[in-house]
């Protein structure tokens, strides 16, 4: 590897110091820092260690790892804190081996957790399953770093045996267990904590976030493209700058050509919060934490880092990562092989009775329970409301924006899972997705049954991806890889992305991320009131409704 220098205005964040500076990069690593003057010199770019995303879901950007990179070097993130529970909860240990093989074909730092949570609950049916021993075997891994999300809460309260083992097993291995506990507060917080979990990505709320970081806990501040929680917690950051991160969590592929970590540091600086606290949030904190190796612009570190045009915006003009230059001037330099393909889709296509909803169903109840979306939560409300029947059929109510919603087994032929939603919107046709968090199973909302059949079976038969139906339209992202991931060119996927987003917005979505929020209504770990392959779920009791 080339040896090479730079200069500029060094941040050293550690010494909460910046002055002009120039660097001796050797072999992938800092030889010499040669200090040119005690100040900054004014005209010059700022040279920072680069940006790290402290909890993500890469699946989620519908990219595999590789593009995923492609796109976030740009905006100088160099690292990335990633659960890949979404494709293991598909794929098994098969699906957790190919996201680290495919991360390791381009120069991008990828550190891997040990899905904790695989299924997620057993109120739904999953594609694999990774009990205490196989999250071990992952744990025990050079490239696994810690232990993923423990979503499972109530078992860590009431001491699960499974639970349990997979906790004391990253404590063995002396690797972090992050948290997942939306809403917990008090005793319970106290004793979720006091299990050995860390980290925690779910706060909504400021109280509920310094509760927390008081007890001990590091807070990671989630803005992705649906749970978007900077807002409510950015604050915290005057005073916690060494208990906190960023994270996006679920970022879609437009959102990410967008911009990454790099807008939060905008955004918190914009906000008033110190420029030190902002850079240890966003480049210093997760490396210490997870023991990351990363460089952080110190002589003997890893040439990890970024050059930027200001302090205020962080436009990023270049992107080192083991002194190798891998984006600059917007642009990546990341060269991309087409990936394999894995999959677990076993279901048939649908018929549009399937999807009927006879009165009898509900039992002469007069008012049905509905699920409430939230823009930007994960949360929803659960509500009740008078049905609109149609000969002795419940059906969509677009004028009071009752729709209706179903979770379609992908994994074996099922019968399909029905409920109703409102704040989706749709006035015309329906969309669906097969990213549905945590299981994946086939999740849609629509007005009527034929563009709702037509949606699922469109999905079905390509075996994955994101679809919108309506009004002799149809449009399909598909989504090869285990039904969450392309495996083409990230930029083409944003743009495709992008397309489908806007078709369900003409169909009346007023969401910002309407497939986004979709794929969310099927995740049972999050209150109040979701939708599994196995029936409506009170996420507060932990239980599933009966009619």
């Known amino acids: 590897m080339n040896s090479f220098s730079i200069s500029g205005n060094l941040v050293d964040v550690i010494q909460q110091k910046i002055y002009f500076a120039e660097l001796f990069i050797k072999n992938g690593k800092i030889d010499t820092i040669k200090p040119l003057h005690d100040v900054?010199?004014?005209?010059?770019?700022?040279?920072?260690?680069?940006?790290?995303?402290?909890?993500?879901?890469?699946?989620?950007?519908?990219?595999?790892?590789?593009?995923?990179?492609?796109?976030?070097?740009?905006?100088?993130?160099?690292?990335?804190?990633?659960?890949?529970?979404?494709?293991?909860?598909?794929?098994?240990?098969?699906?957790?081996?190919?996201?680290i093989e495919n991360g390791k074909t381009v120069p991008f730092k990828f550190f891997f957790g040990a899905p904790s949570c695989v299924p997620a609950t057993i109120f739904e049916t999953a594609g694999a399953v990774l009990d205490s021993t196989d999250v071990e075997k992952l744990l025990q891994r050079d490239e696994i770093k810690y232990l993923s999300e423990v979503m499972n809460y109530p078992g860590v309260l009431n001491n699960d045996e499974e639970v349990m083992k997979k906790i004391t097993a990253a404590h063995k291995l002396l690797k972090p267990v992050d948290g997942h506990a939306p809403g917990l507060r008090g005793d319970a917080a106290k004793n979720y904590i006091a299990a050995g979990i860390t980290t925690d990505h779910e706060c909504f709320t400021h109280e509920e976030a310094l509760e927390k970081l008081q007890y001990g806990m590091k807070i990671i501040i989630r803005e992705g493209s649906a749970a978007k929680n900077f807002e409510a917690l950015i604050d915290l950051l005057k005073n916690f700058p060494n208990q906190i991160m960023f994270c996006s969590d679920d970022k879609h592929p437009d959102s990410l050509v967008e911009g990454h970590i790099n807008l939060l540091c905008a955004r918190a600086i914009a906000k008033g919060i110190p420029l030190f606290n902002v850079l240890k949030a966003a480049c210093i904190n997760p490396v210490f934490h997870y023991k990351l190796n990363v460089g952080i612009l110190r002589v003997g570190d890893f040439a990890d880092f970024i050059v930027v045009k200001d302090l205020?915006?962080?436009?990023?003009?270049?992107?080192?990562?083991?002194?190798?230059?891998?984006?600059?001037?917007?642009?990546?330099?990341?060269?991309?092989?087409?990936?394999?393909?894995?999959?677990?889709?076993?279901?048939?296509?649908?018929?549009?009775?399937?999807?009927?909803?006879?009165?009898?169903?509900?039992?002469?109840?007069?008012?049905?329970?509905?699920?409430?979306?939230?823009?930007?939560?994960?949360?929803?409300?659960?509500?009740?409301?008078?049905?609109?029947?149609?000969?002795?059929?419940?059906?969509?109510?677009?004028?009071?924006?009752?729709?209706?919603?179903?979770?379609?087994?992908?994994?074996?032929?099922?019968?399909?899972?029905?409920?109703?939603?409102?704040?989706?919107?749709?006035?015309?046709?329906?969309?669906?997705?097969?990213?549905?968090?945590?299981?994946?199973?086939?999740?849609?909302?629509?007005?009527?049954?034929?563009?709702?059949?037509?949606?699922?079976?469109?999905?079905?038969?390509?075996?994955?991806?994101?679809?919108?139906?309506?009004?002799?339209?149809?449009?399909?992202?598909?989504?090869?890889?285990?039904?969450?991931?392309?495996?083409?060119?990230?930029?083409?996927?944003?743009?495709?992305?992008?397309?489908i987003d806007k078709m369900a917005k003409e169909f009346g979505a007023p969401l910002s991320a309407p497939f986004m929020t979709l794929s969310f209504m099927a995740l049972l770990v999050i209150p109040h009131l979701k939708l599994s392959d196995k029936g409506l779920f009170n996420g507060d009791n932990f239980e599933l409704i009966r009619n």
Request: negative net charge.
């Open 40 to 99: 900054a010199f004014s005209g010059y770019p700022f040279l920072l260690p680069g940006f790290i995303d402290s909890h993500v879901h890469i699946e989620s950007s519908m990219l595999v790892p590789s593009e995923f990179a492609n796109l976030a070097v740009v905006h100088g993130t160099v690292a990335t804190v990633s659960d890949p529970h979404e494709i293991a909860n598909v794929c098994g240990m098969k699906g957790v081996e190919f996201m």
């Open 312 to 499: 205020k915006n962080f436009e990023v003009i270049k992107t080192y990562i083991n002194g190798q230059l891998v984006a600059e001037d917007g642009s990546s330099r990341i060269s991309c092989e087409k990936s394999s393909l894995i999959n677990n889709f076993n279901c048939s296509k649908k018929k549009l009775e399937d999807f009927a909803t006879p009165i009898s169903m509900y039992k002469s109840q007069k008012l049905i329970p509905c699920i409430e979306a939230l823009d930007g939560q994960l949360i929803t409300n659960s509500l009740f409301f008078e049905p609109k029947i149609f000969n002795e059929t419940v059906v969509s109510d677009t004028e009071r924006d009752f729709l209706k919603i179903a979770v379609v087994n992908r994994y074996k032929n099922e019968s399909i899972a029905i409920a109703w939603i409102k704040n989706f919107g749709l006035k015309i046709g329906a969309i669906a997705s097969s990213v549905a968090h945590d299981s994946h199973n086939i999740v849609v909302v629509g007005v009527d049954d034929e563009s709702i059949c037509n949606a699922v079976n469109l999905i079905i038969e390509k075996k994955g991806g994101v679809a919108a139906v309506g009004k002799n339209q149809a449009k399909i992202l598909e989504l090869p890889v285990a039904g969450l991931m392309s495996n083409e060119n990230g930029y083409k996927v944003a743009t495709a992305y992008s397309e």
